[in-house]
C-alpha cells in the first residue's frame, strides 16, 4: 500500500522507511559523518531523511553562498510541532548560514479559508516563537507571502507554463485553484533566493516535515524546467519525524486538546499530558511483568525531541519502561515537571518580545 504524503493533511505517518523507496528520499545516515556539529535530532534519527543535503554540505563547506529557506502556514496557534523546525533553524544558524522564512498566508487564507486578520495574527506569533526559541531577529529574514516585491511574484507565474494538471494531480491528488496557486507560490518561496535580487543564492536548504515532500518534488522539477532561462538549481532539503499529538495522530492547531501549544497555561498543559496515550499496558501488574512499549508512546516522543538531550538519560527511561520500573502515571509526572520548566522559560522569552513589540519593527507586516 503507497504511503501519501499530504501537505494540508493532519495524518501521521506510520512506517518512514517506505518513503526511501516509494519517494526517492535519502536516510539522513548518509550525511551523518559530514555534519560540522553534531545535533540529538540527526544523532537519533528524528531527522530521518534528505535530498541532496550532502550537496548541500559540501557547498557550506567549500565556504560557499548558502542559505536556508523554510516557513510556517499560520493557521492556529504555535504548538511543538513548530517548535521541531525552530530547534533546526536555530542549529542550522548556528554554522553561520543565512536563515530565511516565509509566513504563508496566502496559503493559509487560500487552503485553510480563514479571514485576512486572524492569518497576520497567527503569522506574527510564529515569528515570536521562533525569536523566544533562539533564532537571531538581527540574522534571520521573515517575510509574508503577500508581502514580496516583483520578481519573487514573477517566478510564481512564470512557473505555471512549465508544469501541467496531469502532473499536479500526480504530486498532490488533488488540483483546487487554491492549492495550485499555493504550490506554485510554495515553489517560489523555495527558489527565489536563488535570483540575483534576493542575494544569488544557489545553494538553499529546505528543513521540513517529511509531508511537505510534495512541495519539494514540484520545486525540483521546476527548478531542472528552468535551469536555462533562469540559472535554477534544484534545492537541498531534510524532513524531520512528525511529533505526534497526544492522541497518536501527527500534531496540530485544529486538534488544540491533544496539542501542546506554545502559550498553553501550566494547568491545561497537566491535563493534556496526564490523558496523554501511552505504550503501557492495560493494568499495573502486566506492566511490571511485561514491561511497556516505549515505541508507541507519546509521552517517551517528549522525552526523545525535547526532555531529555543526553543520550545515557534517555536509555535509562527506556529501559526503565520496557523492564516496568515505572509506571505510566509516574513517567507522566516526571515529564510534566520537565516540560512546564521548558515551557515557562519560553513563554517568558514570548512576553518580552510582545511588550517590546521588537517583530512589529523588524517584519514588514501586510496591510489587513
Not at 535530532?41 to 559540501?58: E, P, Q, Y
Amino acid at each position: 500500500m503507497s504511503t501519501i504524503l499530504d501537505p494540508w493533511g493532519h495524518f501521521a505517518i506510520e512506517k518512514y522507511e517506505k518513503l526511501f523507496k516509494q519517494f526517492g528520499i535519502q536516510p539522513i545516515d548518509t550525511v551523518l559523518d559530514k555534519l560540522p556539529i553534531k545535533h540529538h535530532f540527526f544523532t537519533r534519527r528524528i531527522v530521518f531523511g534528505h535530498r541532496d543535503f550532502d550537496k548541500w554540505l559540501d557547498a557550506l563547506n567549500r565556504g560557499e553562498k548558502v542559505a536556508v529557506l523554510t516557513g510556517f502556514m499560520p493557521s492556529g496557534h504555535t504548538h511543538l510541532g513548530h517548535l521541531m523546525v525552530f530547534e533546526e533553524l536555530k542549529y542550522l544558524q548556528s554554522l553561520g548560514v543565512h536563515v530565511k522564512i516565509v509566513v504563508a498566508d496566502a496559503e493559509a487564507y487560500a487552503v485553510r479559508k480563514l479571514g485576512r486578520r486572524k492569518v497576520i495574527e497567527y503569522g506574527l506569533e510564529y515569528i515570536r516563537h521562533a525569536i523566544a526559541w533562539g533564532l537571531d531577529p538581527t540574522k534571520t529574514d521573515f517575510y509574508f507571502q503577500t508581502n514580496n516585491t516583483t520578481p519573487y511574484y514573477r517566478l510564481i507565474q512564470m512557473f505555471s507554463r512549465k508544469i501541467t494538471k496531469a502532473e499536479f494531480e500526480a504530486i498532490y491528488g488533488e488540483a483546487s485553484p487554491g492549492k495550485i496557486v499555493a504550490a506554485l507560490t510554495q515553489a517560489s518561496d523555495i527558489l527565489h533566493m536563488q535570483l540575483k535580487a534576493y542575494g544569488g543564492y544557489k545553494h538553499i536548504l529546505v528543513p521540513v516535515g517529511a509531508d511537505q515532500d510534495p512541495h519539494l518534488r514540484l520545486t525540483r522539477d521546476l527548478a531542472d524546467r528552468f535551469a536555462q532561462e533562469l540559472g535554477l538549481r534544484r534545492p537541498a532539503s531534510f524532513y524531520h519525524k512528525f511529533i505526534r499529538g497526544l492522541d497518536g495522530n501527527k500534531m496540530s492547531s485544529s486538534k488544540s486538546d491533544f496539542a501542546i501549544l506554545l502559550l498553553d497555561k501550566p494547568e491545561v498543559i497537566k491535563k493534556k499530558v496526564m490523558m496523554a496515550l501511552t505504550g503501557g499496558r492495560p493494568t499495573a501488574e502486566e506492566q511490571r511483568l511485561l514491561g511497556g512499549e516505549p515505541e508507541k508512546c507519546t509521552i517517551y516522543e517528549l522525552y526523545t525531541y525535547f526532555l531529555l538531550r543526553n543520550d545515557e538519560e534517555l536509555k535509562k527511561q527506556y529501559e526503565r519502561c520496557r523492564r516496568g520500573e515505572i509506571l505510566c502515571g509516574r513517567c507522566k509526572k516526571n515529564a510534566l515537571k520537565l516540560l512546564l520548566e521548558l515551557i515557562k522559560v519560553h513563554q517568558e522569552k514570548y512576553r518580552e518580545l510582545l511588550e517590546s513589540q521588537i517583530v512589529e519593527k523588524h517584519v514588514n507586516i501586510p496591510d489587513f
